[in-house]
């Protein structure tokens, strides 16, 4: 049985968007998030109940998620390179 190669243009655009996202400063924005939420973590900067509960609570759990996500997609920005290139190779360059 033959294996399918298909790659549409609809593919192609869709490859083409999600780098351009991935790519476009998203992970700059994460980096920017985790730069800002050390500020408020720092009790000389931000403090009182509040602080104290996004200090040792929420902003870990955010700081956990957003390394993450970061992570995710770097892996991501890997996987579209050999993706669009079998994408691109499939349908005949262009």
């Known amino acids: 049985m033959a294996t399918r190669v298909l790659s549409t243009e609809e593919a192609k655009t ?13 992970t700059d924005q994460i980096t920017s998030l ?17 602080a104290e509960t996004f200090r040792n ?18 892996e991501l920005r890997n996987q579209l390179d050999r993706i669009s290139q079998d994408i691109f190779t499939a349908g005949g360059g262009a």
């Open 14 to 26: 869709a490859i083409r968007q999600i780098q351009s996202i991935v790519n476009g400063g998203f």
């Open 34 to 50: 985790d730069t800002q939420g050390r500020i408020l973590s720092d009790p000389n900067v931000w403090d009182g109940p509040l």
């Open 57 to 74: 609570g929420t902003w870990p759990e955010t700081k956990s998620a957003l390394d993450s996500a970061k992570e995710q997609l770097e």
